[in-house]
Protein backbone atom coordinates (compact mmCIF):
# COMPACT_ATOMS: atom_id res chain seq x y z
CA UNK A 1 0.00 0.00 0.00
CA UNK A 2 1.21 3.26 -1.10
CA UNK A 3 0.50 6.43 1.58
CA UNK A 4 0.91 9.21 -1.32
CA UNK A 5 -1.30 7.22 -3.81
CA UNK A 6 -4.28 8.70 -5.42
CA UNK A 7 -5.88 5.82 -4.93
CA UNK A 8 -7.84 3.91 -2.51
CA UNK A 9 -6.86 0.78 -0.48
CA UNK A 10 -8.02 -2.09 -2.80
CA UNK A 11 -10.24 -4.97 -1.14
CA UNK A 12 -10.80 -8.46 -2.95
CA UNK A 13 -14.07 -8.63 -0.37
CA UNK A 14 -14.98 -5.67 -2.50
CA UNK A 15 -15.44 -7.72 -5.87
CA UNK A 16 -18.97 -9.68 -6.05
CA UNK A 17 -19.30 -11.96 -7.88
CA UNK A 18 -23.18 -12.11 -8.63
CA UNK A 19 -25.21 -14.70 -11.20
CA UNK A 20 -25.03 -12.74 -14.82
CA UNK A 21 -22.34 -9.93 -13.61
CA UNK A 22 -19.24 -8.79 -11.44
CA UNK A 23 -20.20 -5.98 -9.08
CA UNK A 24 -17.47 -3.58 -7.78
CA UNK A 25 -17.94 -1.51 -4.44
CA UNK A 26 -16.49 1.48 -3.09
CA UNK A 27 -16.76 2.33 0.97
CA UNK A 28 -15.80 4.96 3.20
CA UNK A 29 -13.48 1.93 5.14
CA UNK A 30 -9.83 3.02 6.96
CA UNK A 31 -7.30 0.50 5.77
CA UNK A 32 -3.56 1.38 6.83
CA UNK A 33 -3.27 4.77 5.38
CA UNK A 34 -6.13 5.06 3.45
CA UNK A 35 -10.17 6.09 4.83
CA UNK A 36 -11.66 4.97 1.55
CA UNK A 37 -11.48 1.20 -0.10
CA UNK A 38 -12.31 0.45 -3.77
CA UNK A 39 -12.53 -2.67 -6.09
CA UNK A 40 -10.11 -3.58 -8.97
CA UNK A 41 -10.64 -6.92 -10.98
CA UNK A 42 -7.92 -7.84 -13.93
CA UNK A 43 -7.82 -10.28 -16.22
CA UNK A 44 -4.35 -12.51 -16.52
CA UNK A 45 -1.96 -11.58 -18.82
CA UNK A 46 -0.96 -8.54 -21.05
CA UNK A 47 -2.93 -8.24 -24.12
CA UNK A 48 -2.07 -5.65 -27.32
CA UNK A 49 -3.66 -4.13 -29.94
CA UNK A 50 -7.16 -5.36 -31.11
CA UNK A 51 -10.66 -4.39 -29.98
CA UNK A 52 -11.61 -4.22 -26.24
CA UNK A 53 -15.05 -4.39 -25.01
CA UNK A 54 -17.26 -3.96 -21.56
CA UNK A 55 -21.04 -3.94 -21.00
CA UNK A 56 -21.38 -1.79 -17.41
CA UNK A 57 -23.64 0.50 -15.44
CA UNK A 58 -21.16 2.83 -13.60
CA UNK A 59 -21.75 3.49 -10.15
CA UNK A 60 -23.24 7.19 -9.22
CA UNK A 61 -22.08 9.84 -6.77
CA UNK A 62 -20.00 12.60 -6.62
CA UNK A 63 -16.38 10.96 -5.99
CA UNK A 64 -16.57 7.85 -7.51
CA UNK A 65 -14.30 7.04 -10.81
CA UNK A 66 -15.73 3.52 -12.63
CA UNK A 67 -13.59 2.53 -15.23
CA UNK A 68 -12.24 -0.27 -18.00
CA UNK A 69 -8.89 0.45 -19.29
CA UNK A 70 -5.63 -1.30 -20.23
CA UNK A 71 -2.35 -0.64 -18.13
CA UNK A 72 1.14 -0.95 -17.84
CA UNK A 73 4.07 0.30 -15.59
CA UNK A 74 7.78 0.25 -14.44
CA UNK A 75 7.22 -2.53 -12.30
CA UNK A 76 6.42 -4.67 -15.30
CA UNK A 77 9.99 -3.05 -16.72
CA UNK A 78 7.79 -0.96 -19.21
CA UNK A 79 6.94 2.54 -19.55
CA UNK A 80 3.68 3.99 -18.18
CA UNK A 81 1.25 2.87 -21.16
CA UNK A 82 -3.02 3.16 -20.51
CA UNK A 83 -5.98 3.47 -22.49
CA UNK A 84 -9.09 4.42 -20.60
CA UNK A 85 -12.68 4.22 -20.85
CA UNK A 86 -14.13 6.58 -17.35
CA UNK A 87 -17.20 7.62 -15.62
CA UNK A 88 -17.40 10.11 -13.00
CA UNK A 89 -20.10 9.47 -10.88
CA UNK A 90 -20.85 13.58 -10.87
CA UNK A 91 -21.72 14.01 -14.50
CA UNK A 92 -23.27 10.53 -15.09
CA UNK A 93 -24.30 11.86 -18.74
CA UNK A 94 -20.71 12.23 -19.96
CA UNK A 95 -18.25 9.65 -20.75
CA UNK A 96 -14.62 10.69 -19.68
CA UNK A 97 -11.62 9.40 -22.40
CA UNK A 98 -7.90 9.44 -21.61
CA UNK A 99 -4.62 7.72 -22.49
CA UNK A 100 -1.22 7.90 -21.24
CA UNK A 101 2.15 7.27 -23.20
CA UNK A 102 5.39 6.92 -21.82
CA UNK A 103 3.99 8.75 -18.52
CA UNK A 104 2.77 11.47 -20.44
CA UNK A 105 -1.35 11.75 -20.60
CA UNK A 106 -3.42 13.13 -23.33
CA UNK A 107 -5.91 14.91 -21.37
CA UNK A 108 -9.32 14.39 -20.62
CA UNK A 109 -12.02 14.26 -23.31
CA UNK A 110 -15.31 14.32 -22.23
CA UNK A 111 -18.18 12.40 -24.78
CA UNK A 112 -22.01 13.54 -23.96
CA UNK A 113 -23.48 10.37 -23.82
CA UNK A 114 -27.68 11.80 -24.02
CA UNK A 115 -28.38 9.25 -21.55
CA UNK A 116 -27.51 8.23 -17.73
CA UNK A 117 -24.69 6.12 -17.83
CA UNK A 118 -25.56 5.49 -13.88
CA UNK A 119 -29.15 4.57 -14.74
CA UNK A 120 -28.88 2.00 -17.74
CA UNK A 121 -26.38 -1.05 -19.39
CA UNK A 122 -24.51 -0.16 -22.38
CA UNK A 123 -21.62 -1.33 -24.36
CA UNK A 124 -18.20 0.69 -24.20
CA UNK A 125 -15.53 -0.36 -26.26
CA UNK A 126 -12.05 0.65 -27.85
CA UNK A 127 -9.88 -0.74 -30.39
CA UNK A 128 -6.17 -0.09 -30.42
CA UNK A 129 -3.67 -0.63 -33.47
CA UNK A 130 -0.22 1.22 -33.70
CA UNK A 131 -1.21 4.46 -34.94
CA UNK A 132 -5.09 4.90 -33.85
CA UNK A 133 -7.15 4.34 -31.00
CA UNK A 134 -11.28 4.56 -31.77
CA UNK A 135 -13.71 4.69 -28.92
CA UNK A 136 -17.41 3.29 -29.29
CA UNK A 137 -20.60 3.82 -27.34
CA UNK A 138 -22.89 1.18 -28.27
CA UNK A 139 -21.42 0.53 -31.55
CA UNK A 140 -21.17 4.18 -32.41
CA UNK A 141 -17.93 5.69 -33.06
CA UNK A 142 -17.35 8.60 -30.33
CA UNK A 143 -13.88 9.92 -30.33
CA UNK A 144 -10.73 8.70 -32.36
CA UNK A 145 -7.06 9.74 -31.46
CA UNK A 146 -3.90 9.54 -33.91
CA UNK A 147 -0.17 10.55 -33.43
CA UNK A 148 -1.27 14.04 -34.76
CA UNK A 149 -2.76 14.55 -31.00
CA UNK A 150 -0.43 13.02 -29.13
CA UNK A 151 1.73 10.13 -29.19
CA UNK A 152 0.02 6.24 -29.57
CA UNK A 153 0.90 3.73 -26.65
CA UNK A 154 2.84 0.51 -27.74
CA UNK A 155 3.07 -1.65 -24.66
CA UNK A 156 0.82 -3.90 -24.17
CA UNK A 157 -0.96 -4.10 -20.47
CA UNK A 158 -3.26 -5.55 -18.27
CA UNK A 159 -6.81 -5.68 -18.60
CA UNK A 160 -8.39 -3.88 -15.60
CA UNK A 161 -12.11 -3.17 -14.50
CA UNK A 162 -12.32 -0.95 -11.01
CA UNK A 163 -14.34 1.64 -8.85
CA UNK A 164 -12.47 3.82 -6.78
CA UNK A 165 -12.61 7.14 -4.81
CA UNK A 166 -9.12 9.41 -5.11
CA UNK A 167 -7.56 11.74 -2.14
CA UNK A 168 -7.88 15.58 -2.29
CA UNK A 169 -5.59 15.91 -5.26
CA UNK A 170 -8.56 14.72 -7.16
CA UNK A 171 -11.89 16.33 -5.89
CA UNK A 172 -11.36 18.86 -8.49
CA UNK A 173 -11.70 15.89 -10.88
CA UNK A 174 -13.98 13.57 -9.95
CA UNK A 175 -16.33 15.87 -7.30
CA UNK A 176 -15.59 15.84 -3.74
CA UNK A 177 -16.36 11.79 -2.25
CA UNK A 178 -20.14 12.43 -1.17
CA UNK A 179 -21.19 9.18 -2.35
CA UNK A 180 -23.22 6.97 -0.36
CA UNK A 181 -21.36 4.55 1.05
CA UNK A 182 -21.05 0.97 -0.68
CA UNK A 183 -22.22 2.42 -4.03
CA UNK A 184 -21.29 -0.22 -6.47
CA UNK A 185 -20.38 -0.43 -10.54
CA UNK A 186 -21.89 -3.21 -12.41
CA UNK A 187 -19.59 -5.17 -15.31
CA UNK A 188 -21.69 -7.56 -16.97
CA UNK A 189 -19.55 -8.71 -20.03
CA UNK A 190 -15.39 -7.70 -20.48
CA UNK A 191 -14.01 -9.08 -23.51
CA UNK A 192 -10.73 -8.54 -25.60
CA UNK A 193 -10.50 -9.57 -29.68
CA UNK A 194 -6.79 -9.63 -30.78
CA UNK A 195 -5.90 -7.32 -34.30
CA UNK A 196 -7.07 -10.25 -37.34
CA UNK A 197 -8.99 -12.69 -35.15
CA UNK A 198 -12.25 -13.69 -34.72
CA UNK A 199 -13.08 -14.68 -31.20
CA UNK A 200 -16.27 -14.22 -29.36
CA UNK A 201 -16.77 -10.52 -27.91
CA UNK A 202 -19.41 -8.95 -25.46
CA UNK A 203 -21.06 -6.84 -28.67
CA UNK A 204 -21.86 -10.89 -30.07
CA UNK A 205 -24.89 -10.83 -27.61
CA UNK A 206 -25.26 -7.06 -26.01
CA UNK A 207 -28.03 -5.06 -28.07
CA UNK A 208 -28.88 -2.11 -26.49
CA UNK A 209 -31.91 -0.95 -25.37
CA UNK A 210 -34.02 1.78 -27.82
Known amino acids: MYPNSAHPAWKADLIHFEKNRIDLEVRREKTGYKTIAGAEYQRRG ?13 ARG ?3 VSAMFTHTHGQ ?11 FLGNRARQLHLNYFTDGKAAGSIYVQLGFDATKEVHLYAFEWEPDEIRWYVDDKLVHTATPDFHAIPQAPG ?28 SVYCLSFRAQGDHAAQCSDAFSAKK
Open 158 to 185: RLIVHLWSGGREQHDWHGRPTFTDGTRA
Open 62 to 64: SGT
Open 46 to 58: FFHYGRYEVVMKP
Open 76 to 86: FGDPHDEIDIE
